[in-house]
């Protein structure tokens, strides 16, 4: 089949990587795609990033299949667009969309489907924040309503941080109009964990559990960005807690939209708190992780191109996929500033290095010119690398991080570290 990836960062190329050598694949587009995303799959400009243009562009090259890497084309509709067009694309529907696009219906849908997440209030004004805050103590989290890029939640500490946050939030001034509205939720501890499936609808392919590390600085200091590194590993999770996500979150999630008549297909990632009470629901995301798709596409194994399509058509076959068992660990490469503005347009040297050692080295924000590769964004490159055992991909990992350089580079030094004491 001719297969189509919608996105630009080290998700899609991890996505196409793993799509590129898929037996039932023919030819693999990406619109806008990167340099890396280059070396498997022919990219094709992006325009406008309507719902109608990812249209004209599946339609451009004739794809049978579309996978969405970003949450945006979802929550503005662009599956419902590809459905009313008779094109095949994998992802949810604008409504069923919502469990990202709006934290509000999320945490209202998780009530009524009874699943596991922190208690909750909403507020439209400072008033009415006010009002909410009274029944939390401290800290307690302030959410932004509308997609944020990763900038809408604030965990306020003390009594005066909250109200503070709650007049940034409501005010547009820390996210715009994404924060009209709030969600005000108790404070949850715990280890988080991501935890990914693909549905059709009903049935669901577990990915492997994974971790990612927001923060830019070594053991989680300094400010969040969109994410510095990620790794799965099947110690992340017991058996048990596996089943417990599975049984009163996937499942419970999966069939209240379908019962609501919102039936949910696509990648369905549950942002997850293991607390003493066990695993409750931070967010939900409505596609792959970026960077978990990392290492999730690197250790996959079986046709993901047939199980996407198949899912897309409501019937899964959950033994077309399966883990190979590894750990995996993705460094992510930033440039000078980042999470800040980034310094851009400086010289890349020691990928193919860095690949003969055994890791794969995806792109999120670089540029192809006459004098070679070159930065062209906060989050450069994504260097993956799997073995066995956790302490082995993470050696790998670093070994190959070291033969990558450019000006001003930095990265953590402690990806997956929090995974070793269950080695
Ligand atoms: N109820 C909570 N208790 C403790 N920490 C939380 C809570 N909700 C969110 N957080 C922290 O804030 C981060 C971002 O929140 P999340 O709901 O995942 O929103 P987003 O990814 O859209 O920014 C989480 O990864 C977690 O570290
Ligand atoms: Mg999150």
Redesign the pocket.
């Known amino acids: 089949m001719r297969v189509l990836v919608i996105g630009s960062g080290g998700r899609e190329h991890a996505l196409c990587w793993r799509l590129a050598r898929c037996p039932s694949v023919k030819a693999l587009f990406a619109s806008p795609g990167n340099p890396g995303i280059a070396s498997v799959a022919t990219c094709v400009p992006a325009g406008d990033g309507t719902p109608e243009d990812w249209l004209r562009v599946a339609e451009s090259v004739d794809a049978d299949l579309t996978v969405v890497g970003p949450e945006a084309p979802l929550v503005a509709g662009v599956a419902d667009c590809f459905r009313a067009a008779g094109r095949v694309l994998i992802g949810p529907s604008r409504q069923a969309a919502q469990l ?1 696009g709006s ?1 509000i219906f999320a945490k209202q849908f998780m009530k009524r489907a009874g699943i596991p ?2 208690e909750f209030r909403v507020a439209a004004s400072e008033a009415e924040a006010r009002e909410a805050l009274k029944h939390f103590g401290v ?1 307690v ?1 302030l ?2 309503d509308g ?7 604030v ?1 306020a500490r003390t009594a005066e941080q909250a109200e503070e946050a709650a007049t940034a939030l409501l005010s547009g001034r820390l996210v715009g109009p994404a924060g009209s509205r709030l969600v005000i ?5 715990g280890e ?1 964990a991501s935890f990914i499936v693909l549905t059709d609808g009903r049935r669901v392919f577990s990915f492997e559990c994974t971790q ?1 590390h ?1 923060p830019v600085g070594d053991g989680d200091t300094g400010p ?1 960005t969109g994410g510095m590194g990620a790794y799965c590993d099947g110690r992340i999770l017991s058996p048990e807690q596996r089943r417990q996500v599975l049984e009163r979150i996937i499942l419970p999630a999966i069939e209240g939209m379908a019962a609501e008549g919102t039936p949910f297909t696509g990648f369905l990632y549950a ?1 997850l ?1 293991m607390t003493a009470d066990g695993p ?1 629901v ?2 939900f ?1 409505v596609r792959m992780g970026d960077p978990e798709a990392q290492p999730l596409m690197h250790t996959l194994e079986g046709d993901l191109a047939e199980a996407l399509a198949a899912s897309a058509r409501g019937s899964l076959d959950e033994s077309l996929l399966r883990w190979n068992g590894q750990c995996s660990v993705c460094v992510v490469l930033a440039s000078e500033g980042y999470p800040g503005p980034p310094r851009t347009g400086l010289p890349i040297t020691g990928i193919e290095e860095a690949e003969a050692m055994g890791a794969v080295v995806f792109h999120a924000g670089t540029r192809r010119t006459d004098q070679g590769l070159v930065t062209a964004g906060g989050r450069v490159l994504g260097v993956t690398a799997s073995a066995p055992d956790l302490p082995g991909a993470i050696e790998r990992a670093y070994a190959a991080v070291r033969a990558i350089h450019f000006e001003g580079m930095h990265y953590r030094r402690d990806i997956a570290h929090k995974g070793l004491k269950r080695w």
């Open positions: 990202e934290k997440t922190a800290p989290v959410k932004a997609l944020a890029a990763g900038k809408g939640v965990v939720e108790e404070y949850l501890q988080e990612d927001k969040n942002g708190m409750k931070l967010e995301n």
